[in-house]
């Protein structure tokens, strides 16, 4: 058992660790829903939805009045 290979193993699993926290730091720092309009590359790259959301159903004139 070579106690400074050990060593050796275990502080660069550290650093590994350490840049994986910071990471998921920045990530959590940048999340939440941003008000207004997309920036112009991901506007292009998600797909325009256009119609109906699913799940959303002509309503029936009787049930239209009751509400």
Do not use: C, F, T, Y
């Not at 050990?6 to 502080?11: E, F, H, N, S, T």
């Not at 940048?30 to 207004?36: A, D, P, S, T, W």
């Not at 997309?38 to 797909?47: D, K």
């Amino acid at each position: 058992m070579d106690v400074n290979k050990i060593i050796a193993d275990l502080r660069q699993e550290r650093e590994q660790i350490e840049e994986a926290i910071l990471s998921l730091e920045r990530l959590a720092r940048g999340r939440g829903r941003r008000r207004g309009r997309p920036p112009a590359w991901l506007a292009a790259a998600m797909p325009k939805r256009r119609g109906r959301p699913p799940g959303s159903k002509n309503k029936k004139k009787d049930d239209a009045g009751q509400q």
